[in-house]
Nanobody, 124 residues
């Protein structure tokens, strides 16, 4: 089993930035792909970004391209999501996820491990 713990959420004004972190522990060697999803109230969980631990095959949702950057530090078993130029539509609970297979997928059902989430609120 791998465990994931997110941090870095909070309240920010529109146009501002936040950096989320996800610390992985346990059987992280069994995971190949790590990603971020988000879920706003009343909406389904949606894909944000994903990458392999070595930084290859990085993929973003169209809604965050050019504004968000996913990165990894395998020496620290940590995944980051740098979020710039935030807007109110980015308000959601953000979840870190890991997948025990190499193929890049953007659906939540394709991920095997999940963190408990961190709230991001963007005010206008």
């Amino acid at each position: 089993q791998a465990q994931l713990v997110e941090s870095g959420g909070g309240l920010v004004q529109a146009g501002g930035s936040l950096r989320l972190s996800c610390a992985a522990s346990g059987r992280t060697y069994s995971t190949y792909l790590v990603g971020w999803f988000r879920q706003a109230p009343g909406k389904e969980r949606e894909f944000v970004a994903a990458t392999r631990w070595n930084g290859e095959s990085t993929t973003y949702a169209d809604s965050v391209k050019g504004r968000f950057t996913i990165s990894t530090d395998y020496s620290k078993n940590t995944v980051y999501l740098q979020m710039n130029n935030l807007n109110t539509e980015d308000t959601a609970v953000y979840y870190c996820a890991a997948r025990s297979a190499q193929a890049v997928v953007t659906i939540a059902a394709g991920y095997h491990y999940w963190g408990s989430g961190t709230q991001v609120t963007v005010s206008s």
